[in-house]
Each structure stands twice: as structure tokens, then as C-alpha cells.
């Protein structure tokens, strides 16, 4: 949503990913715990020594957010949601879900689980710090109850009922199971987000006005950006309903364009890319399908050579990330598509190409249906 997303490691097989826009607030974090928050709750201490206190509070913030987030897939797996990963970004985390829980049941245990979690380690951190206090260097508890703290406070923010916050989950959860109808409960939901974002505006500007302009900033970027996800996870739930059962052979082009495996690199470009102004065709030989090729391998090789490589050499071969088969639900090929960012995939059938569907084909359905209901 951000930046550039990168990989760190893997917890239980759940990818633990960092957006870019993340070494923002780390950098904000730190300064302003080793400037502000540490020496005015225990001055007196080096400069050093606060540094260090600062870069402490930093990974234990970060691994909080990772721990709630990860509680979160956890108990989405076990309810058979698949997870893309956990992503720290400039706001904290997100635990990415494939697809939206089963049941309001699987919906609220998911939410609950991160802020209970935090709640948890709140406690933890509380009773640790009274445990070693006398005991550990002085500096060390206060990051040790400061970490503590701020656990208390993240799952205080997250149980608001502000869509898509835990809360806010944890209240369309109910209206769920309430009214058996997730569209309706998410709208709902989705509106209560939307009003509360406006509240976080609201008092940022009134912050800004009394002189806080750091403070006033955060909270009209978390109110921005709060309104901005409650909106596409409501769009995200209506586009899931909305193509649902729908098979991919509704909505793609069939006799695709497609490129003989002795095409160079060169013919690609000027006859084909430049001419339809696709991202992926099709690669072939004597009329059967072998692969395909991408505008983003095709920038990958010098222009020296574009005249002597081929097709064939450069095209990715057939797989579960560029092919889909006709009958397959289209919510399979949004799926897809978002794990591996390319927005076109193949339609075969055993070794045939059948045609090419698009996201652009997915979300003008989408769109049209929008339109049409009442």
C-alpha cells in the first residue's frame, strides 16, 4: 500500500514481511523516545544510554505489533483462512488474509486474538518489571514497563469498533451473526469506521490549532488512512460476494494474442507490446502453449540483445501463478492475481489456451453490478 515490501523471515510459516515507509516511524520512534519520552521519565542518565534505551523500546514495540499480528494468523489458519503474511508498515502491522473468515464465530475469535495477546504480554511486562526491579539496572525496567505500557495501550486502540480495527471486526462479528448477512454487517461496520476516522481528523485538526502539531499530524494521518481501509475492506467483502461462484470462462477474452517461441525480443516489443499495450502474452510453439512472457522480464534484458534473444529463451514456463483453468471461480483469479501482481492470466485447459482474463475484465463485472443493485 506503501512502499516496497521486503521479506525477513518466516514465523510457523507465515512470512514476516517490512514495508519501506516502516524505517520512517522506526527512525521517529527511536528519536523520539531517546529525546523525549525516556529522559523525561528518568533524567539524569547519558545521552548514550538513553540511545540505547531508545533503539530497545523501538524492537520491542515492533516485536509487539509482530506478536499481536501473529496471533491473529494463527487462529485465522486454524479456522482455515489462508494468511499472505504479516506486514509492518508506518501505522503497525497487518495480518494480510486471503479470503474473509467463514463464519461471525471464526470472525470474532480472529479479532480477539491479537488484543488479547498484547493484554497478555501488557501483564507479562508488569509483573516482569516488578520481579527484576532492584535488581536489573534501572534503565532496563523502564523500557521493560514502557513496552508494557504501550501493549495496554495498542490493544486499547484496537478494541475501538472502528472497522477494520479488532474492534470494529469484533463488532461486525456480532452484527453478523446478529443478522446472518456479512455484506450488511460490513456496511454497517464499515460506516462506524468511517465516522471514527472522521473523529481522529477531527481532533488532529483541533490539536494542530492548540499548537501540537506532531500529535495533531499522526492523528489526521491514522484518520486518513483509517477511512481509507474501512472503505476498501468494504469493497473488498462486496467485490468477494459479487464474483463468488462465478466461473473464470464469463469473463475472458478468448484466441488471445499470442507470440511464436521464435519471436526476438525486439519483434516483442515493436509487434506486440507496443501494438496492444499488454503486460503478459502468450508463448507458443507449432500452436501449442508453452509459456509466457512479461514486460517486466522483458526489462530485465539489455537492449543489446534484444535482437539476437528469443522468446522461447526468455518465457516463463506454464505453472499455478500465470495459468487458470475455465471453470475455475473468479475469486480464485483475484487470488492469484494479488499474490504475484500480474494483473492477466492464461486460461488453459490441459495444454490448450483457451483466452486471457484480466483484473480489468474481474472489476468491471464488479462495477456493473454495483450499479445495477438496488
Known sequence: MFGTRIELFKLFGIPIRLDTSWFL????????????????????????????????????????????????????????????????????????????????????????????????????????????????????????????????VLAGFNLLPAFPLDGGRIFRAALWAWKKDLG?????ASRTGSGFSLA???????AVLFGNLVTGMWWVLIGIFLRRASTASYQQVLLRQALAGEPIRRFMTPD???????TTVAELVESYIYKYHHTLFP???????????????????????????????????????????????????????????????????????????TLKDLLEFFALKLELEP
Not at 114 to 139: E, H
Request: hydrophobic share 50%.
Open 25 to 152: 516511524v522506526a527512525a521517529l520512534v527511536v528519536w523520539s523516545l531517546a529525546t523525549g519520552a525516556f529522559p523525561y521519565m528518568r533524567p539524569g542518565l547519558s545521552p548514550g544510554v538513553y540511545w540505547a534505551m531508545g533503539v530497545a523500546g523501538a524492537v520491542g514495540l515492533f516485536s509487539s505489533i509482530v506478536i499481536h499480528e501473529f496471533f491473529h494468523a494463527m487462529v485465522a489458519r486454524r479456522n482455515q483462512i489462508p494468511m499472505r503474511g504479516i506486514t509492518l508498515f508506518v501505522f503497525g502491522g497487518v495480518a494480510e488474509m486471503e479470503a474473509e473468515p467463514g463464519s461471525a464465530r471464526a470472525e470474532l475469535r480472529m479479532a480477539a486474538a491479537g488484543p488479547l495477546a498484547s493484554i497478555a504480554l501488557a501483564l507479562i511486562g508488569f509483573g516482569f518489571a516488578d520481579a527484576v526491579r532492584g535488581i536489573w539496572p534501572a534503565s532496563v525496567v523502564l523500557v521493560i514497563e514502557y513496552l508494557a505500557l504501550l501493549n495496554g
Open 184 to 188: 450488511w454487517a460490513t456496511r454497517i
Open 200 to 206: 481522529f481528523i477531527a481532533a488532529g485538526v483541533v
Open 256 to 262: 488471445p494474442v499470442s507470440v511464436p517461441t521464435g
Open 283 to 357: 508463448v507458443v510453439d507449432d500452436g501449442r502453449l508453452v509459456g509466457c512472457v512479461t514486460t517486466r522480464q522483458v526489462k530485465g534484458v539489455p537492449r543489446d540483445d534484444w535482437l539476437r534473444r528469443t522468446v522461447g529463451s526468455l518465457g516463463t514456463p506454464c505453472g499455478p501463478d500465470n495459468t487458470i483453468a475455465p471453470d475455475a471461480d473468479a475469486l480464485e483469479a483475484i487470488t492469484v492475481m494479488r499474490r504475484t501482481g500480474q494483473p492477466r492470466l492464461m486460461v488453459v485447459e490441459g495444454s490448450r489456451l483457451l483466452g486471457i482474463v
